[in-house]
Structures are given as structure tokens and as C-alpha cells.
């Protein structure tokens, strides 16, 4: 069997086709006993078994995996566990707590707010389908697992090799059409928003911006920090950065007619004012760059000083380091049923 069949769940994405379970819901699928016995019932093996399946289709995936191989996925998944509490390496109940708050404490930055613990728990069903219990089984289970592999195969981990430079050359050669920069401008803007305010006196009071811009009246830099409410861009003179044409959750925010408008405009002169649905824009480009494929040393956006070259090797780096990784758990799986007794009672489909 492949080993990636064999693999812990917490790492394993399995893509599968259905297949019609025909043995009762009521018996046993198999026993494991590495520290103590435990079973897997027909029942769990195919509420697991959908769950693959119901991803699988919502990834396009036609890949095939019979239901005996996520039998053996879940097997490795108590063997791995009861390993892990036999050798030291479990994580406790009172350092899974950790976790969840740590956890908590992310979102809440992600947020930029607090948020109570029904929030926080309604937040893990919407994005996990599971209840904050079954969250805190999940993250200490999977922990346990990442130190129980670190803990005993660091070697096999740390295996790996970086690429070598004719494997970046080639990985650029053969991707090359993708390291493309899209048509960029850099945009400063002053901004009113109309949210709780009167949408026309706000377009009044840009509208007479507008015509001090166009008179000369004052300059675009001097009317940022009187006028503009975005008060981290009237800090640096109304820059809000970098703006892609192809930007398409930034379209959402802000909708085609501002990028259109904005990426019409003249370099260096003020746009009248612009709606989005947020509010009403006075726009200068300061920056206009036409679309570019990337030469292996170029960097790979105007803001980033990494070159396509090192980013290359970062990505060929990462995927060594996991398949160093999958390879540690591999050994570790393979010596923990060597030492189990399993006994595979399931007969639904082909087990060869």
C-alpha cells in the first residue's frame, strides 16, 4: 500500500471517489492494541469515509481511495496517539487549554477586538463544523502527534537538502509563465466616507476638493491631512500602497468602476471624485507599471525585496522539509504496527 495511505490524519488530505459500503453499520471494522485495545466500529469507518468523500467533491478531486485505506489512516490514528502517551510526548489536558486560548487570541488579533467564548465558539463551528470540545480533541490530538514525531525522528526530519541551483533554474524554466506582475499602480487618496453621514454633503464637500485641485488652489499633499478621514494614509500622505488590476478581492471591496477609473488615470494627476461603496476618493497615481514577466533575479513585486530566485528556493526548501517530515512519520508508523497487535475485520471492499 502507498505509504501516503498510511499517513496521520492531521497531515493527510485524502481525495476519493464514492464507493457503497455493503457490511452492517454494527460490526466491528478492526481492533489496535498498542498500550490498550481499542476498536474502530463499520459506523465511524463510514461517517470518515463520507467526510473524504464530501471534500473530495468539493475539491474536483478524481482520485480513487477504497474505504480500507481510510481504515488504515484511522488505525495509524490511535496507533500514533497510544504511542504518544506510552513515550512522554502527550499533550494535557491543562496545556490543550493553552492551545485553544492561544488559538482565541489569534482570532481576536485577526479581529482587531475582543471576542466572548460564545463568539469564539460559534467562530470555530462556522469555519471547523465542530464544537469547541471536539476543537480541543482536534488540537491536542495533533500536537500530540507533531512532538511525538519530532520527538523521535528529528533525524529523518532533518534529512532534507536545499536545491541546488540547477533545480531553482529548472523549476523557473518549467513556471515560468507564472511569475508575472500584473498591471500595478501605487495610489494616494483623500477620503470621505459616507456611512452615517449625508452622501450628498459628503460629495458637496468633496466636490469642492476637487475644484481646489483643479484651480490650484492648494495641492493634493496639502488638502490630505486637513480633509482625508483615513487616518493611517494622512499620515504618510494619503499612500495606501500598492493597487493590482487583477486584484479581484480588492474589486470586491472597492468594485470595477473605481478600478477603472483609477487605472485610466494620468500619472501624478488628481482624479475627481470617485465612489466606492465605502465612500467618496480624491485618487493620485504615483506609480504606474505595465505588466512584466519576471527575470529569475527581479523581485517578485515592487514592496518585496525578495528576488524569484530566492522565492524559489523558499518554495523548493518548504517542500523538502515536508517530505522529510511525511517521510519521519512514515518510519514511525511503520515501527508502532511492527510492535501493535491489529486485527482488520472488514470485508466491504477489496483489501489487497
Known amino acids: 500500500m502507498k505509504k501516503n495511505i498510511i499517513r496521520t490524519l492531521f497531515l493527510l488530505m485524502i481525495m476519493v ?78 496545556q490543550a487549554d493553552t492551545l485553544v486560548a492561544q488559538q482565541k487570541a489569534y482570532l481576536e488579533q485577526q479581529a482587531g477586538q475582543s471576542i466572548t467564548d460564545q463568539q469564539f465558539e460559534l467562530a470555530v463551528k462556522q469555519s471547523y463544523g465542530l464544537t469547541l470540545d471536539e476543537f480541543k480533541k482536534t488540537l491536542q490530538d495533533s500536537s500530540s502527534v507533531d512532538r511525538y514525531v ?42 470621505m466616507p459616507f456611512e452615517n453621514e449625508d452622501k450628498a454633503d459628503v460629495k458637496k464637500q468633496m466636490d469642492q476638493l476637487a475644484r481646489y485641485l ?78 512584466k514577466l519576471l527575470s529569475i533575479d527581479d523581485r517578485i513585486n515592487p514592496e518585496s525585496t525578495t528576488t524569484v530566485k530566492q522565492y524559489i528556493a523558499q518554495t523548493l526548501s518548504a517542500r523538502y522539509k515536508q517530505s522529510a517530515y511525511l517521510k519521519a512519520i512514515d518510519t514511525l508508523v511503520e515501527t508502532l504496527r511492527s510492535q501493535a497487535e491489529i486485527k482488520i475485520e472488514y470485508t466491504g471492499d477489496d483489501n489487497s
Open 214 to 291: 483643479k484651480y490650484n488652489t492648494y495641492t493634493f499633499e496639502e488638502l490630505v491631512p486637513k480633509y482625508s478621514k483615513d487616518a493611517d494614509s494622512a499620515l504618510k500622505g494619503g499612500d495606501i500602497g500598492w493597487l493590482s488590476y487583477d486584484d479581484a478581492d480588492l474589486r470586491k471591496v472597492l468594485g470595477d468602476q473605481f478600478f477603472e477609473e483609477v487605472f485610466s488615470l494620468q500619472l501624478g494627476k488628481p482624479s475627481g471624485v470617485i465612489e466606492s461603496p465605502s465612500g467618496y476618493h480624491i485618487v493620485k497615481v504615483t506609480t504606474h507599471t505595465e505588466p
Open 150 to 191: 519530532r520527538g523521535t525522528q528529528n533525524a529523518v526530519i532533518e534529512s532534507y537538502r536545499e536545491p541546488t541551483e540547477e533545480e531553482i533554474s529548472a523549476f523557473y524554466r518549467a513556471n515560468r509563465a507564472q511569475f508575472m506582475n500584473p498591471e500595478l499602480v501605487r495610489i494616494s487618496h483623500i477620503f
Open 17 to 94: 471517489s464514492v464507493t457503497i459500503f455493503t457490511v452492517s453499520a454494527e460490526e466491528v471494522a478492526a481492533t489496535v492494541e498498542l498500550t490498550r485495545k481499542e476498536s474502530v466500529s463499520v459506523s465511524e469507518l463510514e461517517q470518515r469515509y463520507q467526510q473524504y468523500v464530501k471534500e473530495a467533491a468539493a475539491a474536483g478531486s478524481n482520485i480513487t481511495i477504497k474505504p480500507i485505506d481510510v481504515l488504515n489512516v484511522m488505525i495509524n490514528d490511535l496507533l500514533v496517539i497510544q504511542g504518544a502517551q506510552r513515550d512522554g510526548y502527550a499533550v494535557t489536558d491543562a
